[in-house]
């Protein structure tokens, strides 16, 4: 099992930045890959960005040139940056971690208690 703990979240005007903290613990494999993905209400959950043991990302559209996703292998820790934050970037943020198998293959797919993310305008 994989716990993933969050913090961060809060409630920021327009223009503003947030950071964002996702700590894992429990069964990690050596190769996974963690992120962000988002949920606003009457929406569906949204990838905003993911990144890889071996350092490759992926950004949602709608959050390149302001967000940034980062990590700390040694401490199982995923960042993201959030600035010029935008009122349609309120939603509920869920830290997700994926362990992979060397071949690609995932196995299991672990989710954080979620942390809301406020923008007024």
């Known amino acids: 099992q994989v716990q993933l703990v969050e913090s961060g979240g809060g409630l920021v005007q327009a223009g503003g930045s947030l950071r964002l903290s996702c700590a894992a613990s429990g069964t990690i494999f050596n190769i996974n890959r963690m992120g962000w993905r988002r949920q606003a209400p009457g929406k569906q959950r949204e990838l905003v960005a993911a990144?890889?043991?071996?350092?490759?990302?992926d950004y949602a559209d709608s959050v390149k040139g302001r967000f940034t996703i980062s990590r700390d292998n040694a401490k199982n820790t995923v960042y993201l940056q959030m600035n010029t934050l935008k009122p349609e970037d309120t939603a509920v943020y869920f830290c997700q971690l994926t362990n992979l198998l060397s071949n690609g293959i995932r196995r299991g797919d672990y989710w954080g208690q979620g942390t809301q993310v406020t923008v007024s305008s």
């Open positions: 990144i890889s043991t071996d350092g490759s990302i």
